[in-house]
Each structure stands twice: as structure tokens, then as C-alpha cells.
């Protein structure tokens, strides 16, 4: 009798443990759901973020471009950053061509 009750608590024990598990699956699915959510949230507003420093940044090159420096400083800045623009164009083109090449 003491056999049976030890078995029966035994077996209540492991129904208790496997809806535990249960639950803790449904949860560890509903997270990893809520974390590629988020995740696919995140990636979308870095690319909000690189495009509008893309906006601003050619929004800069625009005012410097349509006006007169307001000093030295600034005209040197902008020759620096057209420089950079235009070899990072180059360097484009360059693995463009070399794509068409191969």
C-alpha cells in the first residue's frame, strides 16, 4: 500500500514536471518570437538611422556647396569630405569594373 501511494506521488510529480515543461517551452517560443520581432525592429531603425546621416550628410555638402565658407576652416573641410566622396565613388567603380571583368 505504502508502495502504491510512493509510486502514485511519484507519478503526480512527473505530470506536475512535464506540464512545467510545457509551459516552459510554449514560453521559450513565445520569447525567441518576440526577440526576432524585436530584433527585425532594431535592424529597421538602424537603417532609418543610415539613411537619414546619409540625408543630413549630403544636406551639409549642399549648403557648404551653394554658398561662400563661412572660414577656412570650413572650405578646407569641405574640399576634405568632396576628396573622400569622390574616392569612395572611384573605389566603387573600380570593384564595379572588376566584377564585370571576372
Not at 509510486?7 to 510545457?22: A, D, G, N, S, W
Not at 550628410?57 to 556647396?65: E, Q, S, Y
Not at 572660414?71 to 573600380?94: A, L, Q, T, V
Amino acid at each position: 500500500m505504502a508502495l502504491e501511494q510512493h509510486i502514485q506521488r511519484i507519478e503526480e510529480k512527473l505530470y506536475q514536471l512535464l506540464k512545467k515543461l510545457q509551459q516552459v517551452q510554449a514560453e521559450n517560443v513565445w520569447l525567441k518570437e518576440q526577440l526576432q520581432h524585436h530584433q527585425h525592429e532594431v535592424q529597421a531603425q538602424q537603417q532609418t538611422i543610415t539613411q537619414l546621416e546619409q540625408k543630413l550628410h549630403l544636406a551639409k555638402i549642399a549648403t557648404v556647396a551653394a554658398g561662400p565658407p563661412a572660414s577656412p576652416e570650413e572650405d578646407e573641410d569641405f574640399k576634405k569630405e568632396m576628396r573622400s566622396k569622390i574616392n569612395d565613388y572611384i573605389k566603387e567603380i573600380d570593384r564595379c569594373i572588376a566584377l564585370l571583368n571576372s
